[in-house]
């Protein structure tokens, strides 16, 4: 993939939001974009599962899991990501198996690890704008990620 976020930063300074620090890659690609789908997790990850389920067309999962420190992307999902066609997550939360994440073929960008699962509880929502680490998450946006950092654009920089 032929981008820089740091050259998007310099050049489309208009409509670019930069993602706040603390967020870092544990998947197997070093760059994704896509445009974004969200899911706001509450304490468990099956809508994240059913949107993954879809073809992914090569569009990037936002997650928010509001605080709840489990991990909500491990080793199975990265393989149904990768297997649907999925670029990759921006995850306001943990993951879990990096040791097998880090050699899957999808962008993985979490706030660190955690090695308990989600249990299933509550009902998560899909395609709502979500906000955290300074950037608003519009359905239908995009994200572009590298190793110094994540952006989001209401429109397509490439």
Request: charged share 20%.
């Amino acid at each position: 993939m032929g981008f820089f976020t740091a050259d998007f930063c310099d050049t489309c300074k208009e409509g670019i939001q930069v993602l706040g620090p603390g967020f870092s890659n544990f998947g197997g690609k070093k760059k994704m974009k896509g445009s974004l789908v969200t899911v706001k997790l509450n304490e468990n990850n099956q809508e994240l599962i059913r949107v993954l389920d879809e073809a992914g067309q090569g569009r990037v999962v936002v997650v928010d899991v509001q605080g709840v420190y489990v991990a909500v992307v491990g080793e199975n999902l990265m393989k149904k990501a990768l297997k649907n066609g999925w670029s990759g997550f921006v995850i306001n939360g943990y993951v879990r198996d990096v040791h097998a994440t880090k050699e899957i073929g999808v962008g993985l960008w979490a706030l660190g690890t955690c090695p308990r699962k989600c249990p299933d509880l509550l009902p998560g929502f899909v395609d709502h704008t979500v906000e955290f680490g300074g950037v608003k998450f519009e359905p239908g946006a995009y994200v572009y990620a590298d190793m110094d950092g994540v952006i989001v654009s209401k429109e397509a920089l490439i």
